[in-house]
């Protein structure tokens, strides 16, 4: 499933959230439109390199590391290579490592007073 904000929604950064589990993108994707982003949704690595492959830009992408398909440090490591410059948050609901080319590893559950900090501070390098 891949799911576009409309062109009348978008405002502030374009974010993309990807994550195979229906609830955390939800999650996320409220998160970040209170904020005044816009978000577009994919449920996996695969969904999400396809819309970066269409010359979707974004300034963000927070994405899960275990989905089904297309992880998420394969997705990281593509995102590298169609879009250098484009920040990537992964969360986890596994053990928290550092990964070289993230801004950030989070743990599930979300701690979104940490989120808001990482997410600030990717935002900040993009500019």
Do not use: W
Not at 53 to 65: E, N, Q
């Amino acid at each position: 499933m891949i799911a576009y904000a409309s062109e009348k929604e978008k405002t502030g950064k374009s974010i993309l959230v990807v994550d195979d589990d229906p609830f955390s993108r939800e999650m996320l994707r409220i998160f970040i439109e209170k904020r005044g982003h816009s978000t577009d949704l994919a449920d996996d690595g695969t969904d999400a390199l396809a819309l970066l492959k269409s010359g979707r830009a974004y300034d963000l992408v927070i994405s899960d590391i275990n989905m089904p398909r297309m992880d998420g440090l394969t997705l990281l490591r593509e995102i590298k290579k169609e879009a250098p410059g484009t920040r990537v948050i992964l969360v986890t609901g596994g053990s928290v490592k550092p990964v070289t080319g993230a801004d950030a590893v989070i743990a599930k559950p979300i701690n979104f007073a940490l989120l808001t900090r990482h997410v600030n501070t990717a935002l900040c390098a993009r500019q």
